[in-house]
């Protein structure tokens, strides 16, 4: 595609609900990562791929996150029994290759709010 | 934690005038990134800076970089109302790996 594009772009739930967060990243790209942007503050990262492994998964905040990617392309990060702490934009970027000097190419993002 | 600290957390000035954010980090870099954010959403990569760099120029951008310090600025000279944006600095380390650790941003808002 021309771009990165994540799914749905907002998403309001109630707490206790599991999530499913989409990305698609832009074709070709083999590294894939996600962010998470509180209100007003800075990205926090959360795992990145390679290919459709998960080299490092070091920022996911708790075992009710996770994510896969299947077939080199589209990811999903999953978040089981949604918190209110959870609230917070999910941007995912894609890369021509896992390496940092390779341009990351951001998503649109999904605003999740959880009542 | 994040590693980069932004400042000033938000700059105002007037069209035309050159605007300046700092980013102070703790660890050592292999490289340190600007990145731009428009209305909470997507960002945009800006410019790259390696750690053996010390400055660097694209367009109206220009990017200082001291690694005795831990510290970048990123000047954009002949602001324009279009500039208003958060832009945040982004650095990665020998034991980061591909991961980037973004600071706290700065909003700037150009006035016309």
């Known amino acids: 595609g021309a771009g990165v594009s994540q799914s749905p772009s907002n998403k309001v739930t109630e707490k206790g609900k599991d999530v499913e967060l989409r990305c698609d990243p832009i074709?070709?790209?083999?590294?894939l990562y996600w962010y998470r942007q509180s209100l007003g503050q800075g990205l926090e990262f959360l795992i990145y791929f390679q290919g459709n492994s998960a080299p490092d998964k070091s920022g996911l905040p708790s075992d009710r996150f996770s994510a896969e990617r299947t077939g080199g392309s589209v990811s999903t990060l999953t978040i089981q029994r949604t918190q209110q702490e959870d609230s917070a934009v999910y941007l995912c970027?894609?890369?021509?290759?896992?390496?940092?000097?390779?341009?990351?190419?951001f998503g649109p993002g999904t605003r999740l709010t959880v009542l | 934690s994040q590693q980069g600290e932004e400042d000033p957390q938000a700059l105002s000035i007037q069209e035309g005038e050159n605007a300046t954010m700092n980013c102070s980090y703790k660890?050592?870099?292999?490289?340190l990134q600007w990145y731009r954010q428009n209305s909470g959403r997507g960002l945009v990569h800006l410019i790259l800076i390696r750690s053996n760099e010390r400055e660097k120029h694209s367009g109206r951008l220009r990017v200082t970089l001291d690694t005795s310090k831990k510290s970048s600025s990123l000047l954009i000279t002949a602001s324009r109302a279009a500039d208003t944006a958060s832009y945040f600095c982004?650095?990665?380390?020998?034991?980061?790996?591909?991961?980037?650790?973004f600071g706290e941003g700065t909003q700037l808002t150009v006035n016309p």
């Open positions: 982004a650095t990665d380390g020998e034991t980061s790996g591909s991961r980037l650790t």
């Open positions: 970027a894609s890369s021509f290759r896992a390496s940092p000097t390779d341009t990351q190419y």
């Open positions: 660890t050592s870099i292999n490289n």
């Open positions: 074709s070709g790209h083999t590294a």
